[in-house]
């Protein structure tokens, strides 16, 4: 026998709020995991930070305590260039440019505090196809002495590989020497690593 109107609306009157009870806690429950995800990566908090990506890394070291100045010239598949007076272009950015003793002398409560490390880092930011050139100059001297630099390319992503490793000996101020070339594939991958020579440095 079928219940009269009004007693189907008593019924759904008296289920309603269970139903609304069950839908506030779903809701609470899935506010309490969103938090609990959030407590767990702080980071994810902060927003419109973007974390620096680096592709590629390339770096240049001379002996610590060398006072001389290296500089590091670095060309893309565009033909773009960075070195200390271009310090980004294109995907490439020159994160640190050390000018051997000049620079690295600090007085901390009447003290010098010397910093003897010698490098410079370019890091490539994206995957951009073709040949890169990396090249290194004999800038400044302090003593007129050779300079033998250490280069090193490694690709990061997604495991670090070191795609180059060598010497570059420079042996008066004003020398340019070619430390490698080598070529980027479009998935990412490194072929035709060389040390032909090619000029990169125009006169500052």
């Not at 893309?76 to 620079?103: C, I, K, Q, T, Y």
Request: proline share 7%; with cysteine; hydrophobic share 40%.
């Amino acid at each position: 026998m079928r219940k009269p109107p009004s007693a189907r609306l008593s019924r759904e009157a008296e289920v309603d709020p269970f139903y609304d009870m069950l839908f506030n806690m779903l809701i609470a429950f899935v506010f309490c995991f969103i938090i609990a995800l959030l407590a767990m990566n702080p980071k994810a908090l902060k927003a419109g930070d973007i974390p620096s990506k680096a592709e590629y890394i390339i770096n240049v070291s001379w002996p610590d305590g060398n006072p001389n100045d290296i500089d590091t010239w670095v060309q893309d598949p565009g033909g773009n260039l960075v070195w200390f007076r271009a310090r980004e272009a294109g995907l490439m950015h020159l994160d640190r440019d050390d000018r051997g003793l000049s620079g690295d002398v600090i007085v901390i409560n009447g003290k010098e505090i010397v910093n003897p490390l010698n490098q410079e880092v370019v890091t490539i930011r994206g995957i951009e196809p073709g040949e890169f050139a990396v090249n290194l100059q004999y800038y400044e001297t302090k003593n007129g002495e050779p300079v033998e630099a250490t280069v090193s390319v490694i690709k990061v992503n997604p495991r670090a590989d070191v795609v180059y490793y060598g010497q570059v000996q420079l042996a008066r101020k004003g020398d340019e020497a070619t430390a490698v070339r080598f070529t980027v594939l479009p998935d990412g991958q490194v072929t035709n690593v060389n040390t032909l020579p090619k000029k990169l440095v125009s006169n500052p």
